[in-house]
C-alpha cells in the first residue's frame, strides 16, 4: 500500500523568547492511507509542531514532506490553504472557535471556505455527526454559552466535517469525561472504518494510544 505520507525531518528549530530548542532531529514518519497512528511523548518533545508539519501549518523545518504523493515544496500557498480545508481536517487545542458565531456556523465554517463550485454539505452526515457526540442542543448556542466540554466536541465535528481523508487530533478528549470520550473515539475510529480516513493522534492517555494501529514515542533530542 502507498503511503499517504513520508515525512523525513532533519531538524525543527523552535524559538521561545530569547532561547531556542532543537527539536524532532532525525526524524521519520510513514503512513499509509487508512491507517491509525498515535504520537506519544512527554511536554516539549515536538508532538504539537510534528502535526502542524504534517497538517501544512508549519514549513518552517529543514527537512523533506511528500503528501498525497506530491513533495510539499512544489505547492503553492493556495494548494497548500486548499489541501488544509479539504483532504485535512483538524481537531487542535488552538482551534479556538469564533464567539460571534454560534456553535453551528462554527461547524460548517470550512464548507464556507471549500467556496459554491461543490456542494461539501451533506445534510445527514451533519445529523449524524451532531447526534453521535450529542451537541444538537448548543447549535444554536454562542461558544461563550457553552462549557469546555461543550467547545471541544463543537471543534471536533468542525474538523470532519469536510470529510477529510487526514485528520489530525491533539490530545481530542483532554478535558472530556469518559463518556464523551468514548464518544469521540468511536467516530474517529467509524471515519477509519467507513470512509478510509487516516487517523494522527496526539495524546497523553495511553489506553487511547494503544487503541491506535501503531503508537509513536517522540523523544526529547539530545
Not at 4 to 29: A, H, P
Not at 84 to 93: D, E, H, P, T
Not at 204 to 216: P, Q, S, T
Amino acid at each position: 500500500m502507498t503511503n499517504i505520507i513520508d515525512l523525513s525531518i532533519r531538524e525543527k528549530v523552535y524559538k521561545k523568547k530569547k532561547t531556542q530548542l532543537s527539536i524532532l532531529n532525525n526524524f521519520k514518519l510513514e503512513v499509509k492511507a487508512g491507517e491509525k497512528i498515535a504520537i506519544v511523548g512527554e511536554s516539549g518533545v515536538g508532538k504539537s509542531s510534528l502535526l502542524n508539519i504534517i497538517g501544512l501549518l508549519d514549513t518552517d523545518y529543514s527537512g523533506e514532506y511528500t503528501l498525497f504523493g506530491s513533495l510539499t515544496d512544489n505547492l503553492h500557498a493556495s494548494e497548500l490553504a486548499q489541501w488544509r480545508n479539504q483532504k485535512v481536517g483538524f481537531v487542535l487545542q488552538e482551534s479556538a472557535l469564533i464567539d460571534s458565531l454560534t456553535i453551528e456556523e462554527n461547524i460548517k465554517l470550512p464548507l464556507f471556505y471549500a467556496g459554491t463550485e461543490k456542494n461539501f454539505f451533506e445534510p445527514e452526515y451533519f445529523e449524524n455527526v451532531i447526534n453521535a457526540i450529542e451537541i444538537k442542543s448548543i447549535l444554536k448556542k454562542k461558544p461563550l454559552e457553552c462549557s469546555g466540554g461543550e467547545k471541544s466536541r463543537a471543534v471536533f465535528a468542525r474538523g470532519i466535517i469536510m470529510k477529510p481523508q487526514i485528520i489530525l487530533s491533539d490530545e481530542p478528549t483532554a478535558s472530556l469525561d469518559v463518556e464523551n470520550r468514548e464518544r469521540i473515539i468511536n467516530l474517529l475510529f467509524k471515519m477509519n472504518e467507513e470512509f478510509k480516513t487516516t487517523i494522527i493522534t496526539v495524546t497523553h492517555d495511553l489506553e487511547v494510544a494503544n487503541r491506535h494501529d501503531k503508537v509513536v514515542h517522540l523523544e526529547r533530542s539530545k
